[in-house]
Structure formats: C-alpha cells, structure tokens
C-alpha cells in the first residue's frame, strides 16, 4: 500500500500547489495519480494459471540430453508473471533457461519456451510443479505466488557403454571362467535331474504335487540346465566417497558392471550381483529381465554410506553361491590401504573354495583421485601400484584411471579377457 499513499500524496501535492499559486492546470495534473489509484485497484494480479510441461524423453541415460517444453496460460488479471522450473542437482543446463517471465495483458495470455538440460547422474528424479509469481503491475495488491502443473519422472539409466569390436586371441587367456560354471537358473532341459525341496523362485509348474502330498512338504522336480558360464558381481562402495556425487568410483563402478553386465546378458551368460553394505544380492541368472533386474537394483542404490562389510565377510555370506555356480567373479571398488586385508582375506577363502591354480578373480580397482587434484592423484597411483603388486599372485587386477580412460576402453579389455 505505499504505492497507493504515493499517489495520493502526489495528487495533494498538484492540487496543493496549484491552490498556492493559483494556477488551475497544477491542480488538474492530480487527475493523472488518481486515474492511476482507480485503475490499479479495478484490476488484479495475473490469475487463472495453468501450466503443462512435455519433455522429449521419458527415460534416458547418463549423459544424455532431453529438452522440457513448457506452456503457460494466464487467463485473468494484469500484470508480470514469472515462471520457474527447479531443477535436481544433477541436471545440468544446457539451453535456454528454466526461469522466464512474460507480461500478461488484458486478454487471455499464453506463453512457451523451451530449455535443454543433461542427466549427469543415474538415479529416480521428478521435475515437480513449477513455480509461479503474478505480481500486480503497479503493486497496488498483494501478489500472487504458487506452483502449477504435475511433476514429471524422469529415471536416468547408468550408463551402458558397448565394447569396440575386438578379435578374441588364440593365446592362453590369463584371466579364464571354470569349465564346471554352467548356468544353473538358464533354460530347463528335458533331461531329469532330482527331487528336491521348494526354493523360493522355483516355477510352479515344476511343483510335483504327488511327491508333495507323500512327504508333507512342497517337492518339485529339478531338470538338468541349459546356457552358458556364470558371472558374479561383487561391488565395494567402501573407500567409494571420493570426488563429486556425479563423479566417484561408486558411480564409475555402476557404469561399469552395468555395460559388462549388458554385453554377457546379450550372449546368454549368467550374471548376478552382490553390493556389499547395502544387503543386495541378485543370484545369477539368465536374459534380458535379469539384465533389467541388475540395471535397477544399481539404479535405486542410495547415496547413504553403506553399513560396514568386509569382503572376506562377504564371501562367507555367499559361500553356498559360489559352490553352487562355482563363478568368476568380478571385484569392483576403489582399493585403499584400509582394505587390502580384507580382499586378501575374501581371495584366501575364494582359495578354499574353488581349489584351482589361476583363481578366476577380476579386480577392478577404480581411481579418481587425479580428477581432484593432479599431484596428490599422482602420489595415490604410485601407492596404488604397490597395492596392486601386492594383490596380484594368482588374481588379475585392473586398475581403472576414468581420467585417462574410458568405461567403453575398459570393457573393450575386460572382453578380450574372458573366455
């Protein structure tokens, strides 16, 4: 309402001098914030808004980039509107921007504009209602804020990277799956194997209900399996809250086993998944719905600090997996010094178990200390280089530096070692 004494206050000041020194045309030059007063209090703020938001992709991956198309309709009042569209941290803009303004007129007022942003991180995000301000052109009335419109889901994939085309050598492979990991969950044969106890995820077809009904309990029929050798695996998130949130090893690592998982999907392996920390485990199995389960389980991972799991613990708990699918199994984290005694403890029960020469043990070892800073990540790989040494009787390690090297390089050589 200051506004409003102003120009009352000016209208007595025209009159006020046109009386002293009367001059009439003084006074009548009242009329002007009077006439402005009447007008300014017939009319509102910008009122009767509707808001819909159209993006161009429903799901994408990360890195990629989608355009949000947004229409604004103001149907009463007069005066500035001002729209904004928040968005998650991750989100970079990359066109155009998500805060605009228009004027809204006499009539029926409708405004659009577009902006291009870029997922820099995979996760479940919602653009929410957008923000919008009606402000009174002459701020004769309080203005009018709320926020419009439905919010938009927008999953962002982890990022699936495709190896080059590569030539598989005739040499000895340092790196090979056992001949005894067949697929255990792949496609049944014909061939009868037993009758065991119901597991959970058993089929029901496969329930036999006489044998059930002679022992009391649920009995189903096992048949010998079909496909291919088993992968596991087994991500680390300790030692994984270093660099960014979009760029960590934990991030780098869902990247990773989520393009390896892709490929060996594809050529009919088994994959499974084990997150240390977080309790998620995924038993191996077959096809493109496993691939998705996989996909989803990384997706949905928290950005909490996972509960504290060794990987010799971890092995333990998996014990009976790995005996059952006998596995080559793919370690993937960032290796610091606090760790090494653990994955030395999980590699001498891995010893125990399967009982072979060359351990088929991949570890991933995941740097990002040089994207930070470029001396100290310097002083970290030649410490890391001893880590490694030092791991390296009887398991391969890879160290991965996402700084020099991309995840489609390091599939590339991940590829052109199993077999």
Do not use: C
Not at 2 to 25: C, E, Q, Y
Not at 89 to 114: A, D, H
Not at 318 to 337: A, E
């Amino acid at each position: 309402m200051d506004v409003a004494r102003s120009l009352i206050a000016t209208a007595l000041w025209f009159i006020a001098m046109g009386v002293i020194f009367g001059i009439p045309s003084i006074a009548y030059l009242a009329v002007i914030p009077i006439g402005v007063l009447a007008f300014g209090l017939l009319i509102d703020p910008p009122g009767g808004i509707e808001v819909e938001r159209q993006i161009s992709k429903t799901s994408l991956k990360v890195g990629e980039e989608f355009s949000v198309k947004v229409r604004v309709v103001a149907s009463r009042g007069f005066g500035p509107v001002i729209v904004r569209e928040h968005l998650p941290y991750e989100f970079v803009l990359v066109e155009g921007s998500n805060v605009r303004s228009f004027f809204k007129g006499l009539r029926s007022t409708v405004f659009e504009f577009e902006y291009t942003v870029r997922a820099m991180k995979r996760g479940n995000y919602s653009l929410g209602p957008l923000e919008v301000f009606a402000g009174h052109p002459f701020n004769l009335k309080p203005s009018r804020w709320g926020v419009y419109g439905e919010p938009t889901e927008v999953p962002v994939l982890p990022l699936v990277a495709l190896p080059k085309r590569v030539r598989t050598p005739v040499t000895k492979s340092p790196l090979a799956i056992p001949l005894t990991s067949i697929s255990m969950r792949g496609a049944s044969s014909t061939d009868f194997k037993e009758i065991r106890e119901y597991r959970p995820g058993d089929p029901v077809k496969f329930i036999n209900w006489k044998a059930s009904a002679r022992g009391g309990r649920v009995l189903v029929n096992e048949f010998e399996k079909e496909g291919k050798k088993t992968i596991l695996f087994v991500m680390d998130p300790r030692g994984g809250l270093v660099g960014t949130s979009v760029e960590n090893p934990m991030e780098y690592g869902i990247q990773l086993i989520s393009s390896l998982a892709y490929y060996f999907a594809k050529r009919g392996y088994n994959v499974g998944l084990y997150v240390m920390g977080y309790g998620k485990l995924i038993m191996p199995s077959s096809g493109m719905r496993q691939l998705y389960t996989i996909v989803k389980t990384l997706l949905e991972l928290e950005d909490v600090p996972p509960k504290e799991e060794s990987f010799t613990l971890a092995v333990g708990r998996l014990k009976s997996m790995i005996l059952r699918y006998t596995p080559l199994i793919i370690y993937v984290g960032n290796v610091i010094s606090e760790n090494v005694p653990s994955i030395e403890g999980g590699i001498r029960k891995l010893r125990g178990l399967y009982k072979l020469k060359r351990l088929p043990f991949l570890l991933f070892d995941i740097s990002v200390y040089q994207t930070i800073d470029m001396d100290a990540g310097l002083l970290v790989e030649l410490k890391k280089r001893t880590i490694h040494r030092r791991l390296s009787g009887g398991v391969y390690v890879l160290p991965w530096n996402p700084a020099k090297e991309g995840v489609t390089s390091v599939v590339t050589k991940t590829v052109r070692l199993i077999r």
